[in-house]
């Protein structure tokens, strides 16, 4: 599993974001929020990464989620946690255009994999706990594991 991969959100569709963010919905708000308060304790880390700049950049988001997307902090650092908050937000936006029907495969599909990569990261490492922490975060916690579950 790429685990520096899913540490820097790489299971995030931002199309979905950048929809979410045109129809003006809360979640999207708050992942600005989320993006501010990030880069506000970021600062002075690593600048942004081209690859992943250019990923956003065709996409209509404020330039302040794009930046933060674009410089994930390293897992032990103390940006850690706002960054979590931010891809917490940013999954958030992301529900809110996907119907209903389909978000309960979504959730149990994250949880479980939120759930490996922390089992391949090491019991006690600051990447296990930040998987674990994502995977509580997740909505729904009433749903049942199996990620074929469609609500009647």
């Known amino acids: 599993m790429d685990l520096p991969g899913l540490y820097g ?12 963010w045109g129809k003006r919905t809360v979640p999207s ?7 501010r308060r990030y880069l506000s304790v970021a600062r002075g880390g690593t600048g942004p990464g081209g690859e992943r700049v250019a990923l956003l950049e065709p996409l209509k988001m404020p330039r302040e989620i794009k930046e933060a997307f674009a410089s994930p902090p390293d897992p032990e650092g103390e940006a850690a946690p706002e960054w979590g908050a931010f891809a917490d937000a940013a999954v ?19 949880r ?9 990261a090491g019991p006690g490492t600051a990447l296990n706990r930040w998987f674990l922490a994502r995977r509580d975060a997740l909505p729904g916690d009433d749903l049942p594991g199996h990620p074929e579950y469609l609500p009647v």
């Open 92 to 110: 958030a936006a992301e529900l809110e255009t996907i119907s209903y029907g389909e978000r309960p495969i979504l959730l149990g599909e994250l």
């Open 29 to 35: 708000r708050l992942l600005l929020f989320a993006a």
């Open 9 to 20: 959100i790489s299971f995030v569709d931002w199309e979905a974001v950048a929809a979410s």
């Open 112 to 120: 479980a994999g939120f759930e490996r990569a922390a089992e391949e």
